[in-house]
């Protein structure tokens, strides 16, 4: 399996609280992905990376920022946290610029905003 | 953007039958993944083809690029097949460096 881990697995948090999930990779893949999974929508990309302090926008990045200060992890912050960001959020990884590359997953942590 | 349609949206099989699942997606791309996720909720790369077919093991996926659509057959079906199957493509755009276009999953019952 490819070493991705993500940070925390699970939180619950109130609305209106800033909060930070982190992807840590020991695989030394230049590309990196934020999804987010919700019933009925399937996963939608947030942001992704690709390569030290190099990030840009997905489909649903409004409510979301990123930062990439290492390879190996990649942070995604909610400034202030809302219902609809309720979600389980996947990090995936890529390993060169070839448009065949695999994507590897995380094993996801599940945002509870109440 | 791209459109990616799954069907059928749940199937529930007896075991050893064989199953295929359909993808169709709206513009051209640069490769096609299938994607499996678990009851526990991780997701893991089956298959990644632009081309042809491609099998392993039980499973196999084809593709046609003139129609744009793929398939996804188990044969022999088993319960610990019972999984949610997902579609995903890469348009190709900024080297492919810009993440995948998603179906919604195809969820799959294999009963004993």
């Known amino acids: 399996d490819a070493g991705i881990t993500q940070s925390p697995r699970h939180k619950v948090t109130e609305t209106g609280t800033p909060v930070t999930l982190r992807c840590h990779q020991t695989?030394?893949?230049?590309?990196m992905y934020w999804y987010r999974q919700d019933p009925g929508h399937g996963l939608r990309l947030i942001h992704y990376s690709y390569g030290v302090k190099d990030t840009d926008k997905g489909e649903v990045s409004d409510g979301y920022s990123v930062s990439r200060s290492k390879t190996e992890d990649f942070l995604l912050t909610l400034e202030s946290a809302t219902s609809s960001q309720t979600s389980v959020y996947f990090c995936?990884?890529?390993?060169?610029?070839?448009?065949?590359?695999?994507?590897?997953f995380g094993p996801g942590t599940r945002l509870t905003v109440l | 953007k791209n459109e990616v349609e799954q069907s059928p949206q749940n199937l529930t099989a007896q075991e050893g039958e064989f199953i295929t699942i359909n993808c169709s997606y709206s513009v051209g791309i640069s490769a096609l993944h299938w994607l499996q996720q678990h009851p526990g909720g991780g997701i893991v790369s089956l298959f990644m083809?632009?081309?042809g077919k491609k099998k392993h093991g039980r499973l196999i996926a084809t593709i046609n690029i003139q129609e744009k659509h793929s398939s996804l057959h188990i044969t022999a079906s088993h319960p610990r097949d019972s999984a949610v199957y997902i579609c995903a493509v890469r348009s190709g755009v900024r080297g492919g460096a810009d993440g995948l276009t998603f179906g919604k999953g195809t969820h799959l019952i294999i009963q004993p």
């Open positions: 695989e030394n893949h230049r590309y």
């Open positions: 083809l632009s081309s």
């Open positions: 995936a990884i890529s390993e060169g610029q070839g448009l065949y590359n695999e994507q590897f």
